[in-house]
């Protein structure tokens, strides 16, 4: 099983989710900042979504400086954070 992965900041739904088939949603992961996990967890809480918080995703009232914050950063994060030597697909929010 191949993870999908979808960095989202900012998004009050994600509509990418809403196209998947059931199979796949139990293969997402998505990836945004603490103060939207528990937003994310409840929405998509019967998909088998799973929703991880990324400390270089910027909080509110943090602006994303490309470095330490921000998409760069965030994609990163999940090629370091995702199981060793295993494929996986990103895409947009």
């Not at 998004?11 to 196209?19: A, C, H, K, P």
């Not at 998505?30 to 994310?40: C, M, Q, W």
Request: net charge positive.
């Amino acid at each position: 099983m191949i993870p999908i992965y979808i960095p989202t900041l900012g998004r009050e739904r994600i509509v990418t989710l809403e196209q998947f088939p059931p199979k796949l949603l139990r293969r997402t992961r998505l990836v945004t900042n603490r103060a939207s996990v528990d937003k994310f967890q409840k929405l998509y809480a019967r998909s088998g979504v799973l929703v991880f918080s990324c400390p270089a995703q910027a909080e509110p009232g943090e602006k994303p400086d490309g470095y330490k914050k921000g998409i760069s950063p965030v994609r990163q994060w999940i090629f370091d954070h995702a199981t060793p030597n295993v494929h996986l697909y990103m895409v947009d929010d």
